[in-house]
């Protein structure tokens, strides 16, 4: 599956980094993780460090999935308003998912100082407008029910909405908590950590076959080789479908555009993420070499992995953004397209499925799926060493019925 087109941010303005050779010999494990993108590398991180044996594989280069394409945003805030969750899920269960995904902030920035990677970390504050003035009455549900979670966020009316942002629009919530990242260097930091922490990663490796017996999996490679592993997780992102018995994905294609250089003077209040209330919505963030991101202009998926509506996205992406902020000197730069997925409620998916014995999902689907795969990594961990973790109810795949 091609999961993105050939040239993204990521891979445009990343130096070298390591290779991984495929697995060349039989191998035996604790844990084997299929996937070694941002996802898989956090939950082998999360085990190595606790004294658990891991063995990475991806099918190809590590990182060169979705981790590639990823703009990087990160918020602890779902695709699912807090408010309309709790109508969904419950109010007790969109809370702690809220305050999960809230406290996983500052956890990945720790992760990241401590695997090299704390300067690829920016915190910055997280602004979503509301499209229309029938958006409203929402953003002012939202805004009391996340205080009343005890996150730090303000309710901004449409002066202060452009005397900070240049943006004319009815209102907006500014959140305190997010930030903007480089998900693909950060990945070949975890990596690197895993390694000399004595795990091991092989790139170019497909898992193709999965045998489970009472004592653990056995897994074949393309190219003959075995691993027998005591516990698997399969965490390689919308790939992880074609191991499961039930469809959960929502597959879309998400399109990204970025600016060639801007004078930072240009730059809104603190370089702040920004996103919508509309769906789908449009996305930005500023980087570290002074360009501006903007994604957004989804369509479903239909099968074509050429995204030959990339063009035409592209001219779509540009406008918006001269809509928003008509002052700025946007001049595009490149732009790319990938697969996204979402699910049914807005939550990943994370933990075992009847069925499979010794296996363990980690699916990140949604739009803070680098967030949802901090958690994961702790549930995972916390099910493999420990055989319980008292969030894994929370994002089972027993939770709702499937789509």
Same mark, same amino acid.
């Given at each position: 599956?091609?999961?993105?087109?050939?040239?993204?941010?990521?891979?445009?303005?990343?130096?070298?980094?390591?290779?991984?050779?495929?697995?060349?010999?039989?191998?035996?494990?604790?844990?084997?993780?299929?996937?070694?993108?941002?996802?898989?590398?956090?939950?082998?991180?999360?085990?190595?460090?606790?004294?658990?044996?891991?063995?990475?594989?991806?099918?190809?280069?590590?990182?060169?999935?979705?981790?590639?394409?990823?703009?990087?945003?990160?918020?602890?805030?779902?695709?699912?308003?807090?408010?309309?969750?709790?109508?969904?899920?419950?109010?007790?269960?969109?809370?702690?998912?809220?305050?999960?995904?809230?406290?996983?902030?500052?956890?990945?920035?720790?992760?990241?100082?401590?695997?090299?990677?704390?300067?690829?970390?920016?915190?910055?504050?997280?602004?979503?407008?509301?499209?229309?003035?029938?958006?409203?009455?929402?953003?002012?549900?939202?805004?009391?029910?996340?205080?009343?979670?005890?996150?730090?966020?303000?309710?901004?009316?449409?002066?202060?909405?452009?005397?900070?942002?240049?943006?004319?629009?009815?209102?907006?919530?500014?959140?305190?908590?997010?930030?903007?990242?480089?998900?693909? =260097?950060?990945?070949?930091?975890? *990596?690197? #950590?895993?390694? !000399? %922490? /004595?795990?091991?990663?092989? @790139?170019?490796?497909?898992?193709?076959?999965?045998?489970?017996?009472?004592?653990?999996?056995?897994?074949?490679?393309?190219?003959?080789?075995?691993?027998?592993?005591?516990?698997?997780?399969?965490?390689?992102?919308?790939?992880?479908?074609?191991?499961?018995?039930?469809?959960?994905?929502?597959?879309?294609?998400?399109?990204?555009?970025?600016?060639?250089?801007?004078?930072?003077?240009?730059?809104?209040?603190?370089?702040?993420?920004?996103?919508?209330?509309?769906?789908?919505?449009?996305?930005?963030?500023?980087?570290?070499?002074?360009?501006?991101?903007?994604?957004?202009?989804?369509?479903?998926?239909?099968?074509?992995?050429?995204?030959?509506?990339?063009?035409?996205?592209?001219?779509?992406?540009?406008?918006?953004?001269?809509?928003?902020?008509?002052?700025?000197?946007?001049?595009? =730069?490149?732009?790319?397209?990938? *697969?996204? #997925?979402?699910? !049914? %409620? /807005?939550?990943?998916?994370? @933990?075992?499925?009847?069925?499979?014995?010794?296996?363990?999902?980690?699916?990140?689907?949604?739009?803070?799926?680098?967030?949802?795969?901090?958690?994961?990594?702790?549930?995972?961990?916390g099910l493999i060493r420990n055989g319980a973790h008292p969030d894994?109810?929370?994002?089972?795949?027993?939770?709702?019925?499937?789509?």
């Amino acid at each position: 599956m091609q999961l993105h087109t050939p040239h993204t941010y990521s891979l445009e303005v990343s130096g070298p980094v390591p290779g991984y050779e495929p697995l060349q010999t039989d191998a035996d494990t604790e844990v084997l993780v299929i996937g070694a993108g941002i996802s898989g590398a956090l939950v082998a991180y999360a085990l190595q460090r606790a004294g658990t044996a891991c063995l990475l594989i991806d099918r190809r280069d590590p990182g060169m999935g979705s981790t590639a394409a990823s703009t990087s945003l990160l918020q602890y805030e779902l695709d699912t308003p807090l408010t309309r969750l709790g109508e969904r899920a419950g109010t007790e269960a969109a809370e702690r998912c809220y305050r999960l995904c809230y406290e996983a902030l500052p956890r990945l920035k720790g992760i990241c100082e401590a695997v090299g990677a704390g300067y690829l970390f920016k915190a910055r504050p997280s602004l979503q407008f509301a499209s229309m003035p029938e958006h409203l009455p929402l953003l002012q549900q939202e805004y009391e029910a996340r205080r009343a979670l005890g996150i730090d966020l303000r309710l901004l009316n449409n002066r202060e909405l452009l005397q900070h942002f240049g943006i004319d629009k009815p209102g907006a919530l500014l959140s305190a908590a997010g930030a903007a990242i480089d998900a693909y =260097a950060i990945l070949h930091c975890l *990596l690197q #950590a895993i390694v !000399a %922490d /004595g795990g091991r990663v092989s @790139g170019n490796t497909d898992a193709t076959h999965i045998h489970r017996d009472p004592a653990g999996v056995t897994v074949e490679t393309a190219h003959g080789k075995r691993i027998r592993a005591q516990k698997l997780v399969i965490a390689c992102g919308y790939e992880s479908q074609r191991y499961l018995p039930r469809t959960v994905e929502q597959l879309s294609v998400t399109y990204a555009l970025a600016s060639e250089r801007i004078d930072p003077q240009h730059f809104w209040y603190h370089r702040s993420l920004i996103w919508e209330t509309a769906r789908p919505y449009h996305y930005l963030r500023c980087t570290p070499d002074n360009r501006i991101i903007i994604g957004g202009e989804d369509t479903p998926f239909d099968g074509d992995h050429s995204f030959p509506l990339l063009g035409e996205k592209t001219k779509m992406l540009e406008a918006a953004f001269r809509n928003l902020f008509p002052r700025i000197p946007f001049r595009p =730069a490149f732009s790319w397209a990938g *697969l996204f #997925a979402g699910t !049914a %409620d /807005g939550m990943p998916y994370i @933990g075992p499925v009847e069925g499979q014995p010794h296996t363990f999902y980690a699916l990140g689907f949604g739009g803070n799926g680098i967030l949802f795969s901090v958690l994961a990594a702790d549930i995972i961990c916390g099910l493999i060493r420990n055989g319980a973790h008292p969030d894994a109810a929370l994002f089972s795949f027993e939770r709702t019925e499937l789509a």
